[in-house]
């Protein structure tokens, strides 16, 4: 049977308060409504809090806040629910997809987007002047949270982590009040919000550089399943070759259905290799070619594009469904390496994940920018999986020789990644961020999702 969840119980005075003190709107768990307002991405779990407030302005955010800390709550925060932990029970939840304003300039290059944002929003509005955010993979992923956890995409060999190039926040803080955040105001905690995630407060809006790329030579090469030993070796051995204007990933894919390939087997192996290249197609073309010789194609989508298309290189799924996401970094992807991924996820395995993939890291990616974040550089390769609903890991216990020990805050969700987040950090990197903690949320107010817990260290 399984358990229900025990609400806090909020008091009526407070409730009434909050109710006529903020423009959005508030439900408790019995109210019309609740159930649809905590609907995420990631089904895997699923949030039941004492009270969810869905914020439509700055100050919103802050009365949920003052709340919390008026009755000693935890405070959690959900946009799109991609990279959802530990559900918040016993907490005020502010949920945030109502603000969602989008706006560049393009003379300084630069787009403020508030809290709830959605990326889509933000390639559709730059593309109109020429111009591309450090997007992820997926258009439907919520900018703050991704830019938060670092902000790993396509054009990252080039440019970098999306949190490389934010230039202000705009936070309330674990006493409700509302700051603005820049190298200089407050530059510690400038530095521990670009990469440590939601761990200081709530972030209202965002304000970030946007690069000059209005298309891509992009899309994916697919192979048969059986030749992904062949396609993998070539793709390792051509990464060491390619410059920084190339990003790069491979994917076992394990999926109901591949649109892009006509007739392939619903859920038989595929490898899908991605490719994200600013250059011209003449030269894109020719830095393909020992990928396109490496096996059989099933299907070649790599083309011109404009950037706003670029949802189309890694075609992550757009309707919601439970998963875990979990990673390691890589220092490096040697021969010996590859042989154990094909003896976890190969063809041939008992591999049921629907996808195991490899990024391609360095670049931009392995050096700090001029304002240093809090984002770890130390690896050559990420190694994540997406895993089906009560799986446990099969494949990177089996890597464990070749990584830094570090993991990847964006690429973790389900439960069992709920306590992971201080593994993405080293160990001086970990002690700055645990000193910026507790001197801006000294009673851990924020203590959800991917939380880093003082007391713990």
Request: negative net charge.
């Amino acid at each position: 049977m399984a358990r229900q969840p025990q609400y806090s119980v909020i008091p009526d005075s407070a409730v009434d308060r909050l109710v006529s003190g903020v423009k959005g709107e508030v439900f408790l768990p019995d109210d019309p409504g609740y159930e649809a307002e905590l609907d995420g991405f990631n089904r895997i779990g699923r949030h039941r809090p004492a009270i969810v407030v869905g914020a439509v302005t700055a100050e919103d955010v802050a009365a949920a806040v003052r709340l919390a800390g008026e009755l000693g709550l935890p405070v959690g925060v959900q946009a799109t629910g991609h990279g959802i932990a530990a559900p918040a029970e016993h907490a005020v939840l502010v949920t945030t997809h109502r603000m969602n304003a989008v706006a560049v300039d393009p003379i300084a290059r630069i787009a403020r987007v508030e809290a709830g944002a959605q990326w889509h929003q933000v390639i559709a509005t730059a593309a109109y002047h020429g111009l591309a955010p450090l997007n992820g993979s997926s258009h439907l992923v919520g900018v703050v949270g991704y830019t938060l956890g670092g902000g790993l995409g396509p054009l990252g060999r080039l440019y970098g982590y999306a949190a490389d190039h934010v230039t202000r926040v705009h936070l309330v803080t674990a006493d409700g009040e509302h700051l603005t955040v820049t190298p200089d105001s407050h530059p510690d905690l400038f530095w521990a919000l670009r990469g440590g995630k939601g761990n200081f407060g709530i972030v209202t809006a965002l304000e970030f550089r946007v690069m000059p790329v209005a298309r891509l030579y992009g899309g994916g090469l697919y192979f048969p399943g059986a030749e992904a030993p062949a396609v993998l070796d070539a793709w390792r051995e051509w990464t060491a070759t390619v410059p920084e204007t190339l990003t790069s990933s491979v994917a076992l894919l394990r999926l109901p259905g591949l649109h892009q390939v006509p007739g392939h087997p619903a859920g038989e192996l595929a490898v899908h290799i991605r490719i994200a290249f600013t250059g011209d197609e003449e030269e894109g073309a020719r830095h393909l070619r020992p990928l396109r010789e490496a096996g059989t194609l099933l299907a070649d989508t790599v083309a011109e594009m404009p950037y706003s298309d670029v949802a189309e290189i890694h075609q992550d799924p757009t309707e919601p469904l439970p998963y875990h996401e979990r990673n390691t970094v890589l220092r490096e992807f040697d021969a010996d390496a590859l042989a154990e991924l094909l003896a976890a996820a190969g063809p041939g395995t008992a591999c049921t994940d629907p996808m195991v993939e490899l990024r391609h890291l360095g670049g931009a990616l392995s050096r700090q920018p001029s304002v240093p974040g809090a984002v770890g550089r130390d690896g050559a390769f990420t190694l994540s999986t997406l895993s089906l609903p009560g799986s446990p890991d099969v494949v990177l216990g089996r890597l464990a020789r070749w990584s830094t020990g570090r993991r990847y805050l964006n690429f973790l969700a389900g439960a069992d990644t709920a306590d992971l987040a201080a593994d993405c950090f080293d160990e001086e990197t970990l002690a700055r961020l645990l000193r910026v903690k507790r001197h801006y949320d000294p009673h851990n107010v924020f203590r959800l999702g991917h939380a880093l817990v003082p007391d713990a260290h």
